[in-house]
């Protein structure tokens, strides 16, 4: 079993900056893929970001790119992810995932074996 907690949501205004981290426990971190994803109201979940397990390779939405940063630390066993420029349309609840395969960098939320339970992020105008 993987716990995993994520932390740094709020409210920001518009062009602002946050970071997001989730806090993993239960299983060796390097051995897992971690993502991000987010679910707006009304919406379906939809994928944020991924790093592999080793933290060697990235992977992120269209929506984001050039934004957000996804990043790892192996031996805190904590996932970030830093947002920049954030837009009104960034507001959801942001939630941190984990496959067991360290090296594929899901982007649909059924690739993921483990969840958070989710940190609001909302973005004022």
């Known amino acids: 079993q993987v716990q995993l907690g994520e932390s740094g949501g709020g409210l920001v205004q518009a062009g602002g900056s946050l970071r997001l981290s989730c806090a993993a426990s239960?299983?060796?971190?390097?051995?897992?893929?971690m993502g991000w994803f987010r679910q707006a109201p009304g919406k379906e979940r939809e994928f944020v970001a991924a790093?592999?397990?080793?933290?060697?390779?990235?992977s992120y939405a269209d929506s984001v790119k050039g934004r957000f940063t996804i990043s790892r630390d192996n031996a805190e066993n904590t996932v970030y992810l830093q947002m920049n420029s954030l837009k009104p349309e960034d507001t959801a609840v942001y939630y941190c995932?984990?496959?067991?395969?360290?090296?594929?960098?899901?982007?649909?939320?059924?690739?993921?074996?483990?969840w958070g339970q989710g940190t609001q992020v909302t973005v004022s105008s």
């Open positions: 790093i592999r397990g080793p933290g060697d390779g990235t």
């Open positions: 995932a984990a496959d067991t395969n360290a090296y594929v960098m899901g982007r649909r939320p059924w690739e993921y074996d483990y």
């Open positions: 239960g299983r060796t971190f390097s051995g897992l893929a």
